[in-house]
Nanobody, 124 residues
C-alpha cells in the first residue's frame, strides 16, 4: 500500500527558497510517475510538476525555471525545490503517485494516491 507524507512547507519571504519532500512508505516507488499539485481556498487543485519513472520531467508554465522536481528511488522520496518564490505560490502543496509504468500527465485524476498536503506561505 502506498502512503505519501509531505514535509518541508513553511513561511518564506518573496524571493526565498524551500524544498518540499514526499516520502513513500510503499515498495513500488521506483515504478511510479509522481507529481506535485497545489491548491488555494476556493480553487481547483493545480498541476505544478511531474516526473516519470524514467526521470522525465514536466512543469507548469507558472513555475518553469523556478521549481525543480526530482526523485530518490533508494529513499523512495520525491522532492520539489522551489526558488524565487512569489506570493502567488502560496498554497497547500500535495504530492501524488500515479499507476505503475505509466507516463504522467497534468490531470489530477491520473494520480491514484495523495499525501495530506503541506502549507507554503510566501510573504511579500
Amino acid at each position: 500500500q502506498v502512503q505519501l507524507v509531505e514535509s518541508g512547507g513553511g513561511l518564506v519571504q518573496a524571493g526565498g527558497s524551500l524544498r518540499l519532500s514526499c516520502a513513500d512508505s510503499g515498495r513500488t516507488f521506483s515504478r511510479k510517475s509522481m507529481g506535485w499539485f497545489r491548491q488555494t481556498p476556493g480553487k481547483e487543485r493545480e498541476f505544478v510538476a511531474s516526473i516519470s519513472w524514467t526521470v522525465s520531467t514536466n512543469y507548469a508554465d507558472s513555475v518553469k525555471d523556478r521549481f525543480t522536481i526530482s526523485r530518490d528511488n533508494v529513499r523512495s522520496t520525491l522532492y520539489l525545490q522551489m526558488t524565487s518564490l512569489k506570493p502567488e505560490d502560496t498554497a497547500v502543496y500535495y504530492c501524488a503517485a500515479g499507476p505503475d509504468w505509466t507516463a504522467p500527465n497534468q490531470a489530477s485524476a491520473f494520480y491514484t494516491y495523495w499525501g495530506q498536503g503541506t502549507q507554503v506561505t510566501v510573504s511579500s
